[in-house]
């Protein structure tokens, strides 16, 4: 069993920056790849970024890429993204989520475990 919790969610201005934290726990052991992906009203949940299991390799969609970075402590159990020069349309829902195989994947299908998510509001 596996438990993923997203925080750091908020309201921010256009400009402002926002660090998102995803605490795993109990069969951590099984997880290596984490990724985000997030969900705005009335569109389809879509990838944001994704990390391997010692962060040897990286992943991220084209709207984010350059202003969002994924990084993850193992030590606690922990992956975070830091969003940049965050922009109106980055406003949703974000969920952690993380998959057993070695390689990360954008497709939601290959994440078996997700978070509940946390709200990300950005004003203009």
């Known amino acids: 069993q596996v438990q993923l919790v997203e925080s750091g969610g908020g309201l921010v201005q256009a400009g402002d920056s926002l660090r998102l934290s995803c605490e795993a726990s109990g069969r951590t052991s099984s997880l290596n790849v984490m990724g985000w992906f997030r969900q705005a009203p009335g569109k389809e949940r879509e990838f944001v970024a994704a990390?391997?299991?010692?962060?040897?390799?990286?992943d991220y969609a084209e709207s984010v890429k350059g202003r969002f970075a994924i990084s993850r402590d193992n030590a606690k159990n922990t992956v975070y993204l830091q969003m940049n020069s965050v922009k109106p349309e980055d406003t949703a829902v974000y969920f952690c989520?993380?998959?057993?195989?070695?390689?990360?994947?954008?497709?939601?299908?290959?994440?078996?475990?997700w978070g509940q998510g946390t709200q990300v509001t950005v004003s203009s």
């Open positions: 990390i391997s299991r010692f962060g040897g390799s990286t």
């Open positions: 989520a993380a998959r057993s195989g070695t390689y990360t994947r954008k497709d939601q299908a290959s994440y078996g475990f």
